[in-house]
């Protein structure tokens, strides 16, 4: 198969998938170990595949005139190419793990034009692939690709899941890491002082000797009377002698070491102090090397002799004592903490650690005027002001936001008409934030108060039906008020929800005239709206006849 990589995915094309035919559940299966080589999702006693969500078998039909690779079983098909494969839904996860450590593993997952799939995520321990598998609406062939990742050293175990929609998968591949070879280590010799002796052979060599002669000279001369005649002897054989040595020595070897050893006492070793450590420990870290979370000193100590050892210090100026091992909580602040470990032996050996936790948030005080209306309304300009404070690691920045503002302002902040939501946030050099929600009502504006029965100048008589309206955009319309009399007096109108008011004026005991009425009314902030006036003709009594 060939494999192209993309990073830390390998991708390589496979058979093309065209329809979906068919689909069945699949139950759980019973976990085995993978085996090497390619594994089939279907082959699930020779692979460990468990199920998580919704799980199932579907048919896929492959393009005519295609084929599989041959690791995966497959022949050339001239039509009606189709094969089982899982497909997982969305939310769904397989998993599994591994008979061994493994170099690499791969799934093949199906890339297709249908906008109902979603994305394929294999994960082995901490290596994670994630790949979208719709095509889009355009180009690009729907098929089968491998999935391809690195295996962490010492990964047992490995899974894919489907987001977003289903996703299709064939097979499962895996490269395993070559067994290591054993080894039997054989101790190679010891070397051992060995002296050298040199030895000097002494011997003494007797040698006797007879001679033996074999021949006895013997002399001729013969006289001269007419001259001297001198003879010399001549001997015809030469004695020789013969010797048998006789060895009476006795070889004698004296050993003579050439290195005389020498015993020399080691000295008496020091004792060693014992080694003590310490260790701050957060289980949530904030800014500027701040804990902002639960903090510890965690203290160990021990003796290279094997003596007892106890812990002794303090934590800013407050004395501690525990044995060779202790877990100390730490206060809020900025501190030292000094160590001192001690052993049975009488040896000692100290250290000291900072330490700086902060884990409350700052302090926030908002600062608003007293409320001047009804109903928590305040009917003029509102400057809101906020103060925070932070004793442990001090206050770094306090913003506010108003109505969901995508930006934040600083204080003081001024509010005009509206129904506000105000947030103050405040947050310390250690990172611990707090944010303070204030609802502040500003109404300003006071209502508008009208007639809409009667023009001015007309003319009523006998039961008048009154009627206007006591409008107000911010705070609501509240309650009104009519004068009938131009102002001495004052009667309550009806008054709906939506600020229409009424009142009915009986006329009949009235003299004929010209009457000025008014109406005012507020709101519910207590704003008050100016008088509104009309004037009305009366007219009662009809004219009089003279005869």
């Known amino acids: 198969m060939r494999l192209t990589r993309f990073g830390t995915v390998f991708l390589a094309l496979s058979s093309i998938l065209l329809a979906t035919v068919g689909f069945a559940d699949a139950a759980p299966q019973m976990a085995a170990v993978l085996v090497e080589g390619r594994t089939y999702d279907q082959a699930h006693d020779t692979g460990h595949i468990d199920w998580s969500g919704p799980v199932g078998y579907v048919y896929v039909t492959h393009r005519d005139f295609t084929s599989l690779p041959p690791e995966e079983g497959g022949e050339s098909c001239s039509s009606g190419c189709e094969e089982w494969v899982t497909r997982i839904g969305n939310g769904g996860l397989v998993s599994g793990s591994f008979a061994r450590f493994v170099s690499f593993f791969e799934v093949m997952v199906g890339f297709t034009h249908d906008s109902s799939v979603g994305s394929a995520t294999v994960r082995a321990c901490s290596s994670v692939a994630t790949s979208d598998l719709y095509l889009g609406s355009g180009g690009g062939l729907p098929g089968f690709v491998s999935l391809y990742l690195a295996v962490p050293a010492g990964c047992r175990s490995w899974s894919l899941s489907a987001s977003g ?35 000097t052979p002494s011997a003494t060599l007797t040698l006797t000797s007879t001679p033996t002669p074999t021949n006895t000279p013997t002399f001729t001369s013969t006289p001269t009377a007419t001259s001297t005649h001198t003879s010399t002897p001549s001997p015809t054989n030469t004695p020789t002698p013969t ?39 957060c289980d949530e870290w904030g800014d500027a090397g701040w804990c902002r979370g639960n903090e510890t000193l965690e203290l160990t100590a021990s003796d290279p002799q094997g003596f007892e050892v106890t812990i002794s210090g303090d934590l800013n100026g407050f004395p501690f004592t525990c044995g060779a091992a202790c877990s100390l909580p730490l206060p809020e602040g900025i501190g030292m903490a000094n160590y001192l470990a001690t052993s049975a032996g009488g040896q000692a050996a100290g250290g000291s650690s900072s330490w700086q936790r902060d884990d409350t948030p700052p302090a926030i005080a908002v600062i608003l005027p007293p409320v001047d209306g009804r109903n928590g309304w305040h009917v003029s300009e509102v400057a809101l002001s906020a103060s925070a404070e932070d004793a442990i690691s001090g206050l770094e920045l306090l913003e506010g936001t108003v109505d969901e503002a995508p930006t934040r302002v600083p204080f003081p902040i001024r509010l005009t008409d509206g129904n506000h939501s105000v947030l103050i946030h405040a947050r310390d050099m250690a990172g611990n934030e707090v944010t303070l929600s204030e609802k502040i009502r500003v109404d300003t504006t006071p209502p508008v108060s009208e007639f809409t029965s009667h023009a001015d100048g007309e003319v009523v008589q006998g039961n008048v039906n009154l009627a206007g309206s006591l409008e107000d955009a911010m705070s609501g319309s509240a309650s ?67 005869v």
């Open 243 to 281: 010797f048998t040595p006789t060895n009476t020595a006795t070889p004698t070897f004296t050993p003579t070491p050439t290195f005389t050893p020498t015993n020399t006492p080691l000295p008496t070793p020091t004792p060693l102090p014992p080694v003590i450590s310490g260790q701050v420990i």
């Open 480 to 546: 009104g008020e009519v004068s009938l009399d131009g102002g001495m007096t004052w009667q309550t109108v009806s008054l709906s929800d939506r600020g229409a008011w009424s009142h009915a004026w009986n006329t009949a005991g009235l003299q004929n005239g010209e009457y000025k009425l008014l109406v005012h009314g507020w709101d519910q902030a207590g704003n008050a709206s100016d008088n509104n006036s009309i004037t009305l003709a009366v007219d009662n009594h009809p004219p009089g006849i003279s």
């Open 165 to 199: 929609g289903y996703v299709d998968f064939r097979s499962v591949d895996v490269t395993y890491v070559a067994i290591p070879p054993t080894f039997s280590l054989t101790p190679s010799r010891t070397p051992t002082a060995v002296p050298t002796l040199t030895s």
